[in-house]
């Protein structure tokens, strides 16, 4: 998607005013949707008293010990390791059974297929609400309530039909002439798909990863339902819980914000294209 | 090429034509790559949706006491919950409202780019940063901005003299839903205006070129051409995004908590609330509520998909 080399129309001034207005409306908006987060870098630098003093202004001194603090005192290093090892593990289980099971769909046919994908998909459709209720009793009795396991699973399933969906489509693409080559070769099942589908389909897991990476870093539903003491909560809860607790201290919050913010931002600069064609990968046809 | 053996020979050398296609694989190849998925989904998708259909038809106290009771919870529901019927109410405006903004408002923004502006990839790429935040973070940063004293909405309008509009946005029930619902458009313009773009590149060009040459309004254009052909990708992202605002809960827990008076209470925020917040401890009744509204999601998934005929395209 990138953009095409549109009619420019900087050669003619004529048609440059008449356009002001859409500029205009375009610079507005790029305020309005990136404004509030050079807002928020700016309040995670200064102290709460400065910020009640003039809400908007600069730093008179940047105040980076607030990340420190932030991270140790305010326990927001505890919830940002604990999001780091759900997320990291989550997607990774997802990205390899995800793939499994979409390579099975794509590539074999046997009995039970199309039970199969039904099974798997049919989790496109089921909102978290329906199974949340019934998934804390059941990790109260697995005894997995209140642990980041628990969390991990239950992403892992929550998860896997997107994952599956997005897999599978890319896969199906993959010439067959390449499976029936490798199979004349004597590459065995597992072969075919360690050596061939995964090495093809990276781009597509790549999507996956950017997508489920994106998704879980963000989740709160499941966490604030299934975690509850303080060492086990992801960065989501984390703040939820500084934001009742320090509802005033608006500076430190925002610091936490913006830990929370950071690693979104840093894989954005690096990676802008493949997390915006992850994010949309579900809808575009 | 002497090696000309017994016919049974050369027969056992060329191994059976099922191994040799690609197309099959034996039953230990499916069992490894689709056992873990299997037992993860059996354990913890399909046991706790058919668990919350039992619960919805029982009252489910702590420590496993648990009483069956028919329909009578569906009965409660239906018949005496004011709340239920205010979150219902609330969550159908929201999904309505928001759904229709956020499709005419991505629209707008993918022509704007589409119409040859300067420093497109730079554009589009601030305006689909919301989309990759957390609602925790995109809720408190709005919170602030509809602070009564210090926050942003009202220090604008103070400073355009207009402090008579001034409103606690939140703390005000004839407000909140309307200012939750401004937060998650914003949230979610990005998203399809991302989409919107590629649609709109996608166009053939002669079609436009053609329209150009018939000097053809940009307005006319609009109606006529674009619209019509970007029809598939309307459809697609309405009922997409229909579909996720039924289930809205994060946002509004974090801004509003569902507060002031059901003003912003959702049907999702309500079976959370029945859940754990109440002191009714009782599981059974909220599982009903969320089987009822699975039910009526599906019926609407079902309903759009058959009247589209888009089959296979629908999801979260």
């Known amino acids: 998607?990138?953009?095409?080399?549109?009619?420019?129309?900087?050669?003619?001034?004529?048609?440059?005013?008449?356009?002001?207005?859409?500029?205009?409306?375009?610079?507005?908006?790029?305020?309005?949707?990136?404004?509030?987060?050079?807002?928020?870098?700016?309040?995670?630098?200064?102290?709460?008293?400065?910020?009640?003093?003039?809400?908007?202004?600069?730093?008179?001194?940047?105040?980076?010990?607030?990340?420190?603090?932030?991270?140790?005192?305010?326990?927001?290093?505890?919830?940002?390791?604990?999001?780091?090892?759900?997320?990291?593990?989550?997607?990774?289980?997802?990205?390899?059974?995800?793939?499994?099971?979409?390579?099975?769909?794509?590539?074999?046919?046997?009995?039970?297929?199309?039970?199969?994908?039904?099974?798997?998909?049919?989790?496109?459709?089921?909102?978290?609400?329906?199974?949340?209720?019934?998934?804390?009793?059941?990790?109260?009795?697995?005894?997995?309530?209140?642990?980041?396991?628990?969390?991990?699973?239950?992403?892992?399933?929550?998860?896997?039909?997107?994952?599956?969906?997005?897999?599978?489509?890319?896969f199906a693409q993959i010439p067959q002439d390449l499976f029936d080559a490798a199979r004349l070769d004597g590459y065995s099942d597992l072969e075919i798909f360690w050596r061939i589908t995964l090495p093809i389909g990276v781009p597509a897991l790549f999507t996956t990863v950017t997508l489920n990476f994106i998704i879980l870093w963000n989740e709160f539903l499941y966490a604030v339902v299934l975690l509850t003491e303080d060492d086990k909560r992801t960065l989501p809860l984390g703040i939820m819980h500084f934001m009742g607790s320090h509802q005033l201290d608006v500076g430190m919050l925002a610091t936490g914000l913006m830990i929370a913010i950071g690693p979104v931002i840093l894989l954005y600069a690096l990676f802008s294209e493949t997390m915006i064609k992850g994010m949309t990968a579900g809808a575009v046809r | 090429m002497t090696n000309f053996g017994p016919f049974w020979r050369t027969a056992r050398q060329s191994p059976p034509p099922s191994a040799l296609d690609a197309r099959r694989a034996s039953r230990t190849t499916l069992i490894v790559l689709l056992g873990p998925a299997l037992v993860i989904y059996a354990a913890f998708m399909?046991?706790?949706?058919?668990?919350?259909?039992?619960?919805?038809?029982?009252?489910?106290?702590?420590?496993?006491?648990?009483?069956?009771?028919?329909?009578?919870?569906?009965?409660?529901?239906?018949?005496?919950?004011?709340?239920?019927?205010?979150?219902?109410?609330?969550?159908?405006?929201?999904?309505?409202?928001?759904?229709?903004?956020?499709?005419?408002?991505?629209?707008?923004?993918?022509?704007?780019?589409?119409?040859?502006?300067?420093?497109?990839?730079?554009?589009?790429?601030?305006?689909?940063?919301?989309?990759?935040?957390?609602?925790?973070?995109?809720?408190?940063?709005?919170?602030?901005?509809?602070?009564?004293?210090?926050?942003?909405?009202?220090?604008?309008?103070?400073?355009?003299?207009?402090?008579?509009?001034?409103?606690?946005?939140?703390?005000?029930?004839?407000?909140?839903?309307?200012?939750?619902?401004?937060?998650?458009?914003?949230?979610?313009?990005g998203?399809?205006?991302?989409?919107?773009?590629?649609?709109?590149?996608?166009?053939?060009?002669?079609?436009?070129?053609?329209a150009e040459l018939d000097n053809c309004g940009w307005f006319a254009k609009l109606v006529h051409i674009i619209i019509p052909m970007l029809r598939p990708t309307i459809v697609n992202l309405t009922v997409l995004s229909f579909i996720g605002k039924m289930m809205i809960f994060d946002l509004v827990w974090i801004m509003t908590g569902g507060g002031p008076l059901w003003s912003t209470e959702t049907v999702s925020t309500y079976v959370y609330k029945r859940a754990f917040d109440w002191n009714t401890f009782d599981l059974g009744y909220p599982s009903a509520i969320a089987v009822l509204w699975f039910l009526i999601i599906l019926a609407f998934i079902v309903a759009l998909t058959r009247l589209l005929r888009q089959r296979d395209r629908l999801e979260f």
């Not at chain 1, 991270?71 to 499994?100: H, P, R």
């Not at chain 2, 998203?191 to 053609?210: E, K, R, S």
Request: charged content about 10%; overall charge positive.
């Open chain 1, 1 to 170: 998607m990138i953009a095409p080399a549109a009619k420019s129309p900087a050669h003619n001034w004529a048609a440059h005013l008449r356009r002001s207005p859409l500029l205009a409306f375009m610079l507005i908006y790029t305020v309005i949707s990136g404004g509030p987060f050079l807002w928020v870098a700016v309040m995670s630098l200064r102290t709460t008293p400065e910020i009640f003093a003039s809400p908007y202004a600069l730093p008179s001194r940047v105040h980076w010990e607030k990340f420190v603090e932030a991270w140790t005192k305010s326990n927001y290093g505890t919830y940002f390791w604990n999001s780091t090892i759900v997320v990291v593990t989550a997607v990774a289980l997802l990205t390899i059974i995800g793939a499994m099971v979409a390579h099975c769909l794509a590539r074999y046919r046997f009995r039970g297929n199309r039970l199969v994908r039904f099974v798997i998909l049919s989790g496109l459709i089921l909102p978290p609400q329906l199974m949340i209720l019934s998934l804390f009793q059941i990790l109260l009795e697995y005894r997995l309530y209140n642990t980041l396991t628990g969390l991990i699973i239950v992403y892992v399933a929550g998860h896997l039909a997107i994952t599956v969906y997005i897999l599978e489509g890319f």
């Open chain 2, 46 to 189: 399909i046991y706790p949706v058919l668990r919350t259909f039992w619960n919805s038809v029982h009252v489910i106290k702590p420590h496993n006491v648990e009483a069956f009771v028919g329909l009578a919870n569906f009965k409660e529901l239906l018949g005496n919950d004011f709340i239920f019927w205010k979150a219902v109410g609330n969550t159908a405006i929201f999904a309505i409202v928001a759904t229709i903004a956020d499709v005419l408002g991505g629209l707008l923004l993918a022509l704007a780019l589409f119409s040859g502006a300067p420093f497109v990839r730079t554009l589009r790429l601030i305006w689909f940063t919301p989309v990759l935040m957390s609602y925790v973070v995109v809720g408190v940063i709005w919170v602030w901005i509809y602070d009564y004293d210090w926050g942003l909405a009202n220090v604008i309008l103070r400073s355009l003299g207009l402090g008579s509009l001034e409103q606690s946005w939140l703390g005000d029930p004839r407000t909140a839903l309307w200012s939750v619902m401004v937060t998650h458009i914003w949230k979610w313009l």
């Open chain 2, 191 to 210: 998203f399809n205006m991302i989409i919107f773009l590629a649609a709109l590149y996608a166009l053939p060009g002669d079609v436009l070129g053609a």
